[in-house]
């Protein structure tokens, strides 16, 4: 018996496809078209090779830009993957309180990415903010516009309120999806809680967990509505991530050519360490 294929859902996957195509192909294309050129105006364009991408890799001003954003996406990882999973270990499984944590837990993921920098600037404020009071009232010099260490210090707490929720709705729906007969056979045995957590949940939340380090790796990596609202990047340097270099260079400075090439790097470096981190945790789990 030969099984017949059926391929006309491929149809209804088309549109979706090319619009796809047209929404991120084209621009791309745009960007690797300035990449390689440059102009002094009038819509005359000369060809300039990879001398965009050698300035961008040999320039001090991307080494930096970039080991602040690595240094963000990783300050904040190891804080909201564990802090999201201990949320979700602890919300209720059944009864009211679900749907009130559920809503709790989604609500700050509702808020437009401008407006949550909004929200703590004012929030943080050294003179009237909430934070800012609290903070100076306890005897600890506070001011996000003028410390470095304060600004960082806002900025990771900010993200942190953002995008744990992120994670701790990931994890929830990997905790209730495991079955009821785990639990009981580790009852019946005698585990204890952490064994329960090793054995049973932890190996049944793996590809969750892959999943919401993948989103909050990319999303952490390009930041920059939040903290160009809350700092501008400054005070100084010191919160100028790469998303905000970049645009600083293209729309502040208008130079084209190292934007388009800066820009395909920043694209390139996002893709290669997601495909890294992917692979190696599919390799992990088919070992």
Known sequence: MRKTVNQKAWLLVA?????????????????VNFSVQETFGDNVFFWAGLRWFEEVVNSPRFHAAL???AIFTAVVLLIEVPLGL??????????????????LMALP??????????????????????????INGIGIEYNYT??????????????????????VL????????IPDAYYQAAKVDGARPWAVFRYIQLPKLKHVLTIAILLRFMDSFMIYTEVVVLTGGG??????????DLVKIALGQFDLGPAAAMSLIYFLIILLFSWLFYTLMMRNEAK
């Open 109 to 134: 993921l509702l808020i437009p990415w401008n407006v949550v920098g909004a929200m703590w600037n004012i929030f943080a404020l050294p003179d009237i903010g909430f934070l800012g009071r609290l």
């Open 67 to 69: 080991l602040r954003q």
């Open 15 to 31: 549109p979706v496809v090319g619009l796809v195509a047209f929404n991120a192909l084209i621009p791309l294309m745009t960007v």
């Open 146 to 167: 003028r410390n470095p260490a304060a600004a960082w210090f806002t900025i990771v707490l900010m993200d942190v309120w953002h995008w744990t929720s992120l994670v």
């Open 86 to 103: 201990l949320i979700a270990l602890a919300m209720p499984r059944r009864g009211i309180w679900v749907s009130v944590c559920l809503v």
């Open 235 to 244: 005070p100084g340097n010191a919160t100028t991530f790469l998303s905000i």
């Open 170 to 177: 990931l994890c929830y729906a990997g905790l209730v999806s």
